[in-house]
């Protein structure tokens, strides 16, 4: 009997590094496919050669310049929200726990755009001064400024948790409400802000990766790499917190520590995400969603499959975006709400007593 639990959970594994290995090649596959797929009339030779470095200038630019450094931020952009929305829902009990439904990426909207309109991201500038508001706003100021909000946000919701006593659903309800809050705040900056700060602003917050630079890039990978890292190495307390704090407690888990640091870290990659290139909803709920029905709960598959698979739904929704406006690149944030809203609808349609049928 013994040995036929050790066989068949044997087989489960090597059925699940399957299906994680898979990821990574469609993940790999993707971001080199989407390079070469876009509005600009070239040919496959052109830009294979302009990513190298030849041919002409144009071709070179927009390969090197453009597209590549997007895709880059697509990748990692979609992975790090992706585990940070499984870790918000681990650490919190709540199967519908992600950055966008606890209010963290509205309140980093609200910190980036206080930091980009009031100080000009730094510059301490006011009125319509357009080099203040599009080209010498400091976008580490901004990120700063984003992460203090979600990081507060954050806070401020396990504080509510710990004072009242809140379970799992109330507090993402707190989340929401929170959320409202930050949303009314951005409202009223939008009100006072110039019409040009205005602008800034709402072209900002559309969810458009078309900002990206290599030097947004390298400390987003920097970030999003720790957080994997991090996250894989506490996979085996993220497993015992899912059978309650009291049971992770008993295996020494320090559970309060725990979930203060995961969820200040994954506010922190949230921040960044959104402080580079605005909102960019529901890849952190429908891709840990996805890969627990597939995989299970064992978050030493979770954890590098949700980062997987954050990477392709991101990456597959922008070479949508790119390539559907005809010469216009559609608000990636669009599409994923697209996708994530009725995806959102059928989660709450398929969850009984906070778990999922």
């Known amino acids: 009997m013994e040995r036929n639990v050790k066989v068949v959970y044997q087989k489960d594994r090597k059925k699940k590094l399957i299906v994680l290995l898979c990821l990574l090649l469609l993940s790999l596959v993707l971001f080199f496919f989407s390079l070469f797929v876009g509005s600009a009339s070239l040919s496959f030779s052109d830009m294979f050669f302009g990513l190298f470095g030849s041919g002409e200038n144009a071709t070179i630019r927009i390969m090197q310049q453009i597209r590549l450094p997007r895709l880059l931020a697509a990748f990692f952009a979609g992975a790090g929200l992706a585990i940070s929305g499984l870790i918000m829902q681990t650490t919190l009990g709540n199967i519908m ?9 509205q309140a980093a909207v609200f910190g980036a755009n206080l930091a980009m309109i009031l100080l000009a991201g730094g510059s301490a500038s006011f009125g319509s001064n357009t080099s203040a508001v599009f080209s010498t706003y400091n976008p580490y100021v901004v990120s700063l400024m984003a992460f203090l909000f979600s990081a507060g946000s954050t806070l401020l919701i396990l ?82 917190l899912l059978s309650g704090d009291s049971y992770a407690e008993s295996l020494g888990v320090k559970v309060k520590l725990l979930r203060f640091f995961s ?68 608000p990636v944030g669009a599409i994923t709400a697209l996708i994530g809203a009725p995806f959102f609808l059928g989660i709450l349609f398929t969850t009984k007593g906070g778990k999922e049928e």
């Open 97 to 105: 726990a992600s950055p966008s439904t606890l209010g963290v990426s």
């Open 159 to 240: 504080a509510l948790g710990r004072i009242k006593g809140f379970s799992p659903s109330a507090l993402v309800l707190a989340g929401i409400a929170l959320g409202v809050i930050w949303n009314a705040g951005t409202t009223l900056l939008e009100y006072f802000a110039t019409d040009i700060g205005l602008s800034a602003m709402v072209m900002w917050s559309f969810g458009d990766l078309s900002r990206a630079t290599w030097t947004g890039d390298l400390l987003l990978v920097i970030v999003v790499l720790i957080g994997l890292i991090a996250f894989y190495l506490l996979s085996w307390r993220y497993n015992a």
């Open 263 to 330: 969820l200040l870290y994954a506010s922190l990659i949230t921040a960044l995400v959104v402080s580079f290139f605005g909102i960019i909803g529901f890849v952190g709920i429908i891709c840990p969603h996805l890969m627990k029905r597939f995989l299970g709960s064992d978050h030493r598959i979770l954890v590098p499959a949700s980062f997987f698979s954050g990477s392709i739904l991101l990456v597959l929704s922008d070479t949508f975006a790119r390539t559907i406006g005809r010469g216009a690149s559609l």
